[in-house]
């Protein structure tokens, strides 16, 4: 009787612990599962808004989120900032900045040899045309990123709108990540540019770059321009990288 009681609890106790590495072994599996492997975060931000309507039907099939500059007071200015707030992606105002080559500008495009009170009116008049702008960035414009003193003007007027700026990096000897910190404006810089040239393997290639940097970094900021290709091929490419574990987002959730 007493080996049968034995035999009993044995019997149990195995049965116990083989219940408890089960469920052990069943819980690694859900939690490996179903945690997602964070690997960066990604801002795709989309240039030159304003000039036509004619790639919004891709936007509209890119499930990630998206950043769009928007050039001010162009023919199609107001109808492509309304119809891309309506898919939901986040517009700022591409602001025309003089460059140092020499290429056609903007219609008041922020000069060096501009008044403040010229630059402010330029900046208020074209927020008021780019409607539900989260921040701004310069279109063009090495020749006043280089400058403290115009950029430092540009970035007081951003700053009391409530806005970010988002510097394009055109030019290596830029001052403005400087004169944001020193102000406590929120600001981002462009890491990738995605199209350069207009050709499919080569945006691949870019955006694969930025995919790396926001590997190694934590997160990447990759600027592209309103075209066919660019756009066809984010929308092939941004779901496998969402796949992968890369987080896509707005600029405005990386200015700091």
């Avoid at 609890?9 to 179903?34: D, P, R």
């Avoid at 808004?49 to 004619?54: A, S, T, V």
């Avoid at 890119?62 to 939901?88: D, E, F, G, M, S």
């Amino acid at each position: 009787m007493k080996k049968k009681s034995l035999i009993i609890i044995a019997l149990v106790l195995l049965a116990f612990i083989f219940s408890a590495g089960l469920l052990t072994m069943l819980y690694k599996k859900k939690a490996l599962k179903v945690a997602p492997v964070a690997k960066g975060r990604i801002a795709i931000v989309i240039d030159d808004w304003g000039y036509h309507l004619n790639n919004l039907e891709i936007v509209s099939r890119i499930k990630q989120p998206l950043t769009c500059a928007v050039l001010p007071r162009l023919k199609n200015t107001r109808v492509v900032a309304q119809k891309l707030h309506k898919l939901k992606v986040e517009i700022i105002l591409h602001l025309p900045m003089q460059p140092k080559e020499k290429h056609r500008l903007e219609k008041d495009t922020i000069a060096i040899n501009m008044s403040s009170e010229k630059m402010r009116d330029i900046l208020d008049k074209d927020l008021a045309n780019v409607i539900f702008a989260k921040g701004v960035s310069n279109h063009m414009g090495s020749r006043i990123t280089e400058d403290a003193n115009s950029s430092a003007m540009i970035m007081q007027e951003v700053k009391k709108h409530n806005l970010y700026f988002l510097d394009s990096f055109v030019t290596a000897k830029s001052v403005c990540a400087a004169l944001a910190k020193k102000m406590g404006l929120r600001f981002a810089r462009r890491d990738v540019f995605l199209d350069n040239r207009d050709d499919p393997e080569y945006i691949r290639s870019q955006v694969i770059e930025l995919k790396n940097l926001a590997r190694s970094r934590g997160q990447a900021i990759g600027i592209g321009h309103d075209r066919k290709n660019t756009l066809l091929i984010l929308k092939e490419m941004l779901p496998r990288l969402a796949e992968e574990g890369y987080k896509f987002v707005f600029v405005s959730e990386i200015a700091r």
